[in-house]
């Protein structure tokens, strides 16, 4: 059994994002003390805002939502709703720390543009 695993009513092929083992292991850390986290996922979504016009946003989400896209990367449950799907699609979620910052860092083939902040993307 490999370590991503993709469960939606769509094709394989629509497999939306990946998340690398470091992000994996800070989402665990992030979840440690919760209980219940068995029924809790990574939600990733495409939101209307930011100073680019879009804004990601990523946040702990125990709903399943009709036309949600579900991916299991390393241990960890990700949920994508239907219409962010297509914007995310190819997008790698990675965990980064340095001296200035630390978070999670999106890399989105998809978008045309961002701005400085990182937080948010036009498309």
Request: hydrophobic share 40%; proline share 3%; with cysteine.
């Amino acid at each position: 059994m490999s370590a991503d695993t993709v469960h939606s009513a769509e094709p394989a092929t629509d497999a939306t994002i990946s998340l690398t083992e470091t992000a994996a292991e800070k989402v665990r850390s992030f979840l440690a003390d919760q209980p219940d986290v068995d029924d809790i996922a990574l939600r990733v979504a495409v939101q209307a805002g930011g100073c680019a016009g879009f804004r990601y946003a990523l946040f702990f989400d125990d709903r399943e939502l009709e036309g949600d896209i579900e991916e299991v990367h390393h241990g960890i449950t990700v949920r994508v709703d239907k219409m962010s799907s297509p914007y995310l699609l190819g997008t790698v979620i990675d965990w980064k720390e340095s001296l200035e910052a630390s978070g999670f860092s999106i890399e989105n083939p998809n978008s045309s543009g961002s701005c400085a902040c990182g937080d948010s993307a036009t498309f």
